[in-house]
């Protein structure tokens, strides 16, 4: 791979090609979140564009009635930086993505004021990567969310008003927790392969004819001369 990598490197300028590596070196998949029936384009776009800019890179997006619809003045782009995971199936996909996460060593944390929840600032990092679930505009997370919900937690207000934004609530949570674990011990970044599967694949996108490329560098690895390559 690192020879794709190099081959196709040279197709896009240096400056850009650190950035792909400065990115994916910062990126994490140890939170993720999880939104459940977003309807309102601007801000489902907005939790997208918080992500990337956060390093943030696995997104789970469950639809049920709602289709989730982004809106290019607001994403400005990041979604294409980003591993969306859509679960929309006519039925049962809030259950399918919840199980997905758990299969894959998550903590489902249902972020919404509950008899067993905690603050933000209490909710432990340390015990396991963690999957924020975040509800819908008006209703919130449904009923078989918070059913499947390991924990809770919640963002302390002291005003009249009894919620935030979705897309404010996921900016302030996702914020103070990505914050929290750069500063931790905890082994947050991707692995050495993980990283370099997203420089390919960023290079894959952003380089016109990459497919083209590729087939190119591959044929000629596959018909170079013994004595050209023990050079």
Not at 138 to 166: C, H, W, Y
Request: net charge negative; proline share 4%.
């Amino acid at each position: 791979m690192d020879t794709l990598i190099n081959f196709l490197s040279q197709f896009t300028t240096p400056h850009r090609f650190e950035l792909y590596k400065k990115v994916a070196a910062n990126r994490t998949k140890y939170i993720t979140p999880v939104l459940e029936d977003i309807y309102q384009p601007q801000n489902a776009s907005a939790v997208l564009r918080t992500c990337d800019c956060l390093g943030i890179q696995d997104v789970h997006i469950i639809e049920q009635r709602n289709r989730y619809k982004l809106n290019p003045d607001v994403e400005l782009g990041s979604a294409q930086w980003l591993h969306l995971f859509r679960y929309d199936q006519p039925e049962g996909n809030t259950s399918a993505a919840i199980q997905s996460l758990k299969s894959k060593g998550y903590r489902i944390v249902a972020t919404t004021p509950h008899t067993n929840d905690v603050t933000l600032d209490e909710l432990d990092l340390s015990k396991g990567k963690i999957a924020l679930l975040f509800g819908t505009e008006l209703k919130g997370l449904t009923q078989e969310a918070l059913d499947l919900s390991d924990e809770f937690v919640r963002i302390p207000m002291t005003g009249f008003t009894e919620s935030f934004n979705i897309s404010v609530s996921a900016a302030i949570i996702l914020y103070t927790l990505m914050k929290e674990l750069r500063s931790s011990s905890i082994p947050w970044s991707l692995s050495e392969d993980e990283q370099n599967d997203l420089i390919l694949e960023w290079l894959r996108k952003s380089i016109k004819l990459s497919d083209q490329l590729e087939k190119r560098f591959i044929f000629d690895n596959q018909n170079q001369e013994p004595w050209r390559s023990n050079q």
